[in-house]
């Protein structure tokens, strides 16, 4: 999942996605920030997740288990 550590998937929240230039900003070990490019791939399911789901806040975190809870 473009090359992020676990962790960093985890805490992944759709504020962290920049849509238009096809980035993910990504928080890391020991608070280090990186922007990582998206593979189109990445970027076409994000797209259909966010039509589908339409979160109703940008603080909603990318990965839910089926019971809407975030994945630990």
């Known amino acids: 999942f473009a090359g ?3 962790s960093e998937l985890l805490k992944l929240r759709l504020e962290d996605v920049d849509f238009e230039n096809r ?3 990504v ?3 020991g608070g280090k920030v990186a922007t990582v490019p998206m593979l189109p791939i990445l970027y076409d399911r994000l ?3 966010v039509r589908q789901e339409r979160p ?3 603080y909603h975190s990318l990965l839910l288990q089926r019971n809407g809870m975030p994945v630990t």
Request: zero cysteines; aromatic letters at 14%.
């Open 4 to 6: 992020l550590r676990r």
């Open 23 to 25: 980035l993910l900003t």
């Open 27 to 29: 928080f890391g070990k």
């Open 47 to 49: 797209v259909k997740y």
């Open 56 to 58: 109703s806040s940008v």
